[in-house]
C-alpha cells in the first residue's frame, strides 16, 4: 500500500510532514490523547454531542448518516453495561481507507475510539478487523499495547478488546457483523430493535466506522469550526481510495466539495494507460455512474444523491472510454448476486435476476425489451430486504442503462467494438477486487 503525501496544508487525520511513525511516543509529540484527556474531566456529555454536530461529521462507513444522530440515541439509552463497536471490517471492494488508518495511526483511531465512548457513556470497546488486514491488526494490537502500559492515559472504566473478523462481504452490514463478533453466522438481523437498543450480546451497541472515530481527536483538539472550514463546502474532510487504474493510486485525505474532475486528474493524475476517463463511480460497486459531462460534481453526499450516485465510503472507481460498460456493470451485478447472504429470498431473487439479464446481454441473447425487465426486477424487491444489500445494485444498474443503453444495444446486436470477444462474457464477475465474494457458511 503506497504512502502518499496529501495535497492539502492542514490534515485531520494525516500529517506526513510531522512523522511516518505509528508508535505512542510520536503520537504524544503531535498532542495525541490531549483531546481525550480534557473531555475526559468533563461530567456534561451533552456539550460534546453538540460539538460533533457542529462538525457536521457524518458515517465513513458509507452510510454518511449524522454522527451526532446516533451518538445521541446511544446516550439516551440506559443499562450498566454499553459498547461501542469500531467497525474496522472495510469489506468494500476497493476500500483500503480503515486498514490505511489502524495500520499508520493506530493512537488516532484509539483516542477517537475513546472519545465516542465517553461522549456516550459506553465501557466497553470493541475492534473489529479484517482477518485479511495482517499488518493492520499487528500494527493496531502493538498500539493497544502501548497504550495499556502507559499510566499517564487514563481510560480506567473503559475495556478496550481486538476481534479479527472474516472476509466475506456482508460482514461489513453491522448487525451481520455484531453476530460474527458473537460467534455466530453473519447474517443481518431484523431490525428492530436496533443495535442501539439492543445489539452485541443483548447490550445497547453503538457502531461507528474507523474513519468515524479517527475524526473526533482534531475535532475537539482543533474546534468544530477548523474542521468544517478543511472542507471546501464548510464540511471537513474525507479519505478517499483510488484504485490502481490511476497514476497516483492509493488512499487520500480530500477537503469535501473538491470537484470529481480535480480528484481524478489532481489527485490521481488520470489513468496509467494514458486514455480519456469515460465515466466515474465516487462510492464503490454500488454508486451511480457519471458521466464526463458531470465531472464538475462536488466530492459530497449530498451533492452526489442529486446526480443519482452517492459517496459511500469514498472508493474511486475511473472508467476508460476503451472499456465495454456493459462488462464492467455485469461484473458489479455478478458481484451482488454471489455475496449475497441468501437470507431474504426478494434479494437472492434481485441479484440473481440482475445478473441473469446482463450475462444473457453480453452473450447477444434477447431483444431490447429484455432490459425493460430491469425496473420490473427492481420493483418487486425494493424495501423487502433485512438490510441493504438489496439495494446495492440499483443505482449502478440504473445509471448504466441510462448512459450507455446504445453499449447494450451493440451487445445485443453482436456489435460492440469495445470487446475482444464476442458473445463471451468473460470477465464478469472478476473486475470486483478488494473482498472476499464467499456467502457465509
Known amino acids: 500500500m503506497r504512502k502518499l503525501t496529501p495535497l492539502t496544508s492542514v490534515h485531520a487525520l494525516f500529517d506526513w510532514s510531522k512523522s511516518h511513525d505509528p508508535s505512542l511516543a510520536a503520537y504524544r509529540l503531535l498532542g495525541g490523547y490531549q483531546a481525550f484527556n480534557d473531555i ?16 457536521m461529521l ?30 474496522g471490517s472495510e469489506h468494500e471492494p476497493g476500500s483500503l481507507k480503515d486498514r490505511y488508518l489502524i495500520e499508520n495511526v493506530p493512537h488516532k483511531v484509539l483516542e477517537g475510539a475513546l ?14 478487523i479484517n482477518e485479511g488486514s495482517s499488518d493492520a491488526v499487528t500494527s493496531f494490537r502493538n498500539a493497544l499495547q502501548e497504550l495499556l502500559s502507559n499510566p499517564d492515559i487514563d481510560f480506567s472504566g473503559i475495556s478496550i478488546t481486538v476481534q479479527t473478523v472474516p472476509e466475506i462481504y456482508i460482514v461489513g452490514e453491522e448487525t451481520a457483523l455484531l453476530e460474527t463478533l458473537e460467534g455466530k453466522t453473519p447474517l443481518p438481523r431484523s431490525k428492530p430493535p436496533f443495535p442501539i437498543q439492543e445489539g452485541l450480546h443483548g447490550l445497547p451497541t453503538l457502531v461507528q466506522n474507523v474513519e468515524t ?19 471546501r463546502n464548510g464540511n471537513g474532510v474525507t479519505l478517499c481510495t483510488l484504485g490502481k487504474e490511476f497514476i497516483n493510486p492509493g488512499v487520500y485525505e480530500i477537503p469535501l466539495g473538491t470537484s470529481i474532475r480535480e480528484v481524478l486528474y489532481e489527485w490521481g493524475r488520470g489513468l496509467q494507460n494514458g486514455t480519456a476517463i469515460k465515466c466515474v463511480q465516487p462510492g464503490g460497486p454500488s454508486s451511480g455512474f457519471l458521466s464526463s459531462s458531470d465531472f464538475d460534481a462536488p466530492l459530497d453526499a449530498k451533492a452526489l444523491g442529486q446526480y443519482g450516485s452517492a459517496l459511500g465510503c469514498a472508493v474511486i472507481r475511473a472508467y476508460s472510454v476503451n472499456e465495454c460498460m456493459v462488462q464492467r456493470i455485469g461484473e458489479i451485478m455478478h458481484f ?20 441473469t439479464i446482463v450475462k444473457q446481454v ?40 441510462c ?5 447494450f444495444l451493440a451487445h445485443l446486436e453482436n456489435r460492440c467494438t469495445c470487446c475482444t470477444t464476442r458473445n463471451e462474457p468473460q470477465r464478469v464477475g472478476q473486475g470486483i477486487e478488494g473482498s472476499q465474494h464467499d456467502r457465509p457458511a
Open 403 to 407: 448512459l450507455f443503453y446504445d453499449e
Open 213 to 231: 472515530v479517527a475524526h473526533l481527536p482534531f475535532i475537539f483538539s482543533a474546534g468544530a469550526a477548523s474542521y468544517r472550514a478543511l472542507g
Open 40 to 55: 475526559r474531566k468533563k461530567t456534561s456529555l451533552e456539550p460534546l454531542l453538540d460539538q460533533i454536530e457542529q462538525s
Open 362 to 401: 453480453l452473450a447477444g441473447k434477447g431483444t431490447p425489451k429484455l432490459l425493460d425487465k430491469v425496473e420490473d426486477v427492481i420493483k418487486l424487491a425494493t424495501g423487502q430486504g433485512i438490510c441493504s444489500l438489496i439495494g446495492m445494485p440499483v443505482a449502478p444498474i440504473r445509471t448504466g442503462l
Open 115 to 128: 472519545i465516542a465512548a465517553h461522549a456516550v457513556k459506553a465501557n466497553e470497546i470493541v475492534v473489529a
Open 336 to 355: 451482488f448476486a454471489e455475496t449475497s447472504c441468501g437470507q431474504c429470498p426478494r434479494c437472492r431473487m434481485e441479484t440473481n435476476m440482475l445478473d
Open 58 to 87: 457524518t458515517g465513513k462507513g458509507g452510510a454518511n448518516f449524522p454522527t451526532h444522530r446516533k451518538m445521541r440515541l446511544m446516550l439516551a439509552q440506559g443499562g450498566d453495561r454499553k459498547i461501542l463497536v469500531v467497525n
